[in-house]
């Protein structure tokens, strides 16, 4: 295994029958090329090459040696060739766990230019609001917000995404606009299961405001959904909110003031993907930049 590469470059030097053209061809100092086919004869035990001012001329056990060489050399190529069309043109089947928030609000829209792009590439999509064993279940990678604790897995951030306080003009008439976070607690806050404050900032000011509200859920599009029906305040991602926002039925409060940037991260086992996974990152973190 150690001479493959050494067994390349005396195919070239036959091809060639010149140690000083083959060089040219393989862009390396004649002298190197010379002392590894000398070193590599020296590992056989036996001449491969007669060589002379003008040119080499093949052994009898160069011969034989040649055309093997020349098959395993010519394998290697097209092997190699076969690979980069699998990465330019990268095919399979692509299994994704992601939050279901994430994947109709961000990722849906993508969708369409990622399956023109890579036609060869189909995608099964997991939905399911628990975190899967990338070790021991069949996935290629996942999505995740927040943070992620296991440190045998690989993390690559693809977005940031901010968030901003939203609420409904029924809502606001019949309980009025805060003026500062720290109204919040006299407020409906639809917030996640056991938040009890939003951390929100305007420039270097910080504020853990205490949050007041009957209702705590685990779902995104519930938190929207009761909003858009004047039920109270939502503090999420202006992307998650755009249409209602458009349809007029909610509007931004607080406007000086923003959540904290969540992380997304597409979460690998391993640093070696096969190019179908690669694709799918890079283009989710291009996209996503962009947005």
Partial sequence: MDHLNDMALF???????SFRQAADVLDMPNSTLSRR?????????LR???RT???VELTEAGQLYFDRCKRIVEEARIAHEQLAEMVARPTGLLRVSLPVDFATTYLAPLLPEFAARYPGISVELDLTPRNVDLVAEPFDLAIRAGSVSQPNLIVQVIARVSAALFAGAGYLARYGEPKHPDELAQHECLAMRAADTWTVSAGETRVEAKLGGRFRMNSVA???????LDMGIVMLPERIVA?????????RILPAWKGPQTPFYAVTETRLLPAKTQRFIEFL??????E
């Fill in 53 to 55: 001012t003008r040119r």
């Fill in 11 to 17: 195919v070239e030097v036959v091809k060639a029958k």
């Fill in 48 to 50: 491969l090459l007669n």
């Fill in 285 to 290: 973190r291009d996209r996503l930049r962009e």
């Fill in 243 to 251: 249409d209602d926002l458009a349809s007029r039925k909610l509007r």
């Fill in 222 to 228: 519930m938190m929207r959904r009761l909003a858009a």
């Fill in 37 to 45: 086919i000398a070193t590599l004869e020296q590992a056989i035990g």
